[in-house]
């Protein structure tokens, strides 16, 4: 197993707000699964005490997608499906912000409250 770095560029086409749940030092390795070396991204929760690991396989056809990260962020007991909900209508710069008022408030609402836009 190899690791190494996320290129720039392929780090700046993660913009879903989801990947705002995880920490930025996403590590690239290429795994040996039987005969076949698969190249992978494996993402860290953020969450205060969660330390799991989500793999991505970049060989598969849905190498782009954040299904995987939007489950475990549902059921991670930092985060919840409460957290993700209020946080699906912003970037992940916005999320990354509001991620950072909750851990200090405790307060969701006050967290996820839009500025300018009305409630939440």
């Given at each position: 197993?190899?690791?190494y770095?996320?290129?720039?560029?392929?780090?700046?086409?993660?913009?879903?707000n989801?990947?705002?749940?995880?920490?930025?030092?996403v590590k690239?390795?290429?795994?040996?699964?039987?005969?076949?070396?698969?190249?992978?991204?494996?993402f860290?929760c953020?969450?205060?005490?969660?330390?799991?690991?989500?793999?991505?396989?970049?060989?598969?056809?849905?190498c782009?997608?954040?299904?995987?990260?939007?489950?475990?962020?549902?059921k991670?007991k930092?985060?919840?499906?409460?957290?993700?909900a209020m946080s699906?209508?912003?970037t992940a710069s916005q999320?990354?912000?509001a991620?950072?008022t909750?851990i200090?408030?405790?307060?969701?609402t006050?967290?996820?409250?839009?500025?300018?836009?009305g409630?939440?």
């Open positions: 197993m190899s690791n770095l996320p290129t720039a560029r392929a780090q700046a086409k993660w913009t879903a989801v990947y705002a749940y995880f920490r930025p030092d690239a390795e290429i795994v040996t699964v039987g005969q076949t070396k698969r190249p992978r991204y494996v860290t953020a969450g205060i005490g969660c330390q799991k690991v989500v793999y991505r396989y970049l060989d598969d056809k849905d782009t997608s954040t299904g995987n990260l939007r489950k475990h962020v549902k991670c930092a985060w919840g499906h409460e957290v993700l699906d209508e912003l999320t990354r912000e991620l950072r909750y200090k408030s405790g307060d969701i006050t967290a996820f409250q839009r500025k300018g836009k409630k939440v």
